[in-house]
């Protein structure tokens, strides 16, 4: 399932109503702090418009920052979800000295992202925190959508607010449920989607370009999709060639979550790139 991004740009002789709805507001999910806020309507329309149009130039710069940011892709099988990230060196002196692009909330879930890092340690806080208040609360795990749903919840209100400062970042969350790899994405908007594969970051739009061209099946093995992963990775870093420290690789599927050894990684880096498998790179 893929939908192209929606353009937000050429905001100065916009509307209010035409910037409630490029800003995402939905019926009656749009979030209000408090009955004196939403009581207050009979403010200007230029203040209410200034209003909006500044939340939205945050809005866009937060999409600045997620495209200008390293790659991350998922893909989703019926065996598994695979995640490939680029990794971010925090000290160039220092390979083992990396800045995680991923992590696992629960055994069976797993959230990635492009953006800022900051933003993604404060949503994956929250994340956990709600998965592990739901196992108190109904003695029952938590699924990937309903963590992704909660996640929009939180971003919807902070990209809704014009107090708070909206997420600069789109978070990949890979689930494994019912015998079943599943995939969801969210951006800075509160938009989700659950695509069988994306790509966020840098060059994204490129990366899905190849693999909407490689027609993926829901029943390609883990290694042939970690081929494709890091082929897509590859077009998106603009790179002829990749060293294994330069990237993380996680598997969700029926054994959880596990990321793949620098071993592991230099196999199928060799693999991919002495062309066994033609049909990736074609």
């Known amino acids: 399932m893929n939908s192209d991004d929606s353009d937000m740009e050429n905001m100065n002789e916009v509307d209010v109503a035409e910037l ?81 692009r991923m992590e696992n909330i629960s055994k069976y879930i797993a959230i990635a992202y492009a953006g800022l890092a900051g933003d993604f340690r ?69 938009t989700l989607k659950s695509p069988n594969f994306a790509c966020i970051g840098r060059n994204a739009k490129e990366a899905n370009g190849y693999l909407k061209k490689m027609n993926l099946s829901e029943t390609n093995t883990v290694e042939s999709t970690i081929l494709f992963g890091i082929h897509a990775l590859k077009l998106a870093l603009e790179t002829e060639v990749i060293c294994p420290f330069e990237l993380d690789v996680g598997i969700i599927d029926c054994n959880g979550f596990r990321y793949l050894s620098q071993e592991v990684i230099s196999e199928n880096l060799y693999t991919l790139f002495t062309l066994k498998y033609p049909e990736v790179v074609k």
């Open 122 to 190: 404060e949503l994956t806080k929250s994340a956990v925190k709600l998965y592990y208040d739901n196992i108190m609360k109904h003695n029952a795990e938590m699924r990937g959508k309903q963590v992704a749903n909660d996640l929009r919840k939180t971003i919807l209100k902070n990209a809704q607010l014009p107090k708070l400062r909206p997420f600069a970042i789109q978070l990949l969350i890979g689930n494994w449920s019912n015998d079943h790899g599943h995939l969801y994405q969210l951006d800075s908007y509160g």
């Open 20 to 100: 409630l709805e490029a800003f995402g507001t939905i019926g009656s999910e749009q979030i209000v702090e408090s009955d004196e806020e939403a009581a207050s309507t009979d403010e200007p329309d230029t203040l209410q418009t200034e209003i909006l149009k500044a939340q939205i130039q945050q809005l866009q710069f937060a999409d600045q920052v997620i495209n200008n940011d390293l790659p991350t892709i998922a893909i989703a099988t019926q065996s598994s979800v695979v995640i490939v990230a680029a990794k971010m060196q925090a000290n160039c002196l220092v390979v083992s000295d990396s800045i995680m």
